[in-house]
Nanobody, 123 residues
Framework: QVQLVESGGGLVQAGDSLRLSCAAS????????MGWFRQAPGNEREFVAG????????YKTDSVKGRFTISRDNAKNTVYLQMNSLKPEDTAVYSC????????????????WGQGTQVTVSS
């Protein structure tokens, strides 16, 4: 069982940066691949970035490449999403998710989810 708690969201202006954190409970965090997803009002939830258990295999969706970075610290049971050059279209609820094996772009492949943190980017 893994429990996930996101933090770090907020209201920022376009061009600003935020770092989201996802803290996981449990001693087996390092066995899980992690993903960040986001859902804007009226839209379906979409994959943002994924990272494997060791952190040496990451993937980001095209819309955030060059601006967002996913990383993890297994000693702290935490995965991060560094978001730079934020745009109004990045406004969404951001959620982290965990699954055994490698990361996946499909939300149905993840077993555990956090409650989400709101990111709002004003123009």
């Amino acid at each position: 069982q893994v429990q996930l708690v996101e933090s770090g969201g907020g209201l920022v202006q376009a061009g600003d940066s935020l770092r989201l954190s996802c803290a996981a409970s449990g001693r087996t965090f390092s066995l899980y691949a992690m993903g960040w997803f986001r859902q804007a009002p009226g839209n379906e939830r979409e994959f943002v970035a994924g990272i494997n258990w060791s952190g040496d295999n990451t993937y980001k969706t095209d819309s955030v490449k060059g601006r967002f970075t996913i990383s993890r610290d297994n000693a702290k049971n935490t995965v991060y999403l560094q978001m730079n050059s934020l745009k109004p279209e990045d406004t969404a609820v951001y959620s982290c998710a965990a699954r055994r094996g490698t990361w996946s772009v499909r939300e149905d492949d993840y077993n555990y989810w956090g409650q989400g943190t709101q990111v709002t980017v004003s123009s």
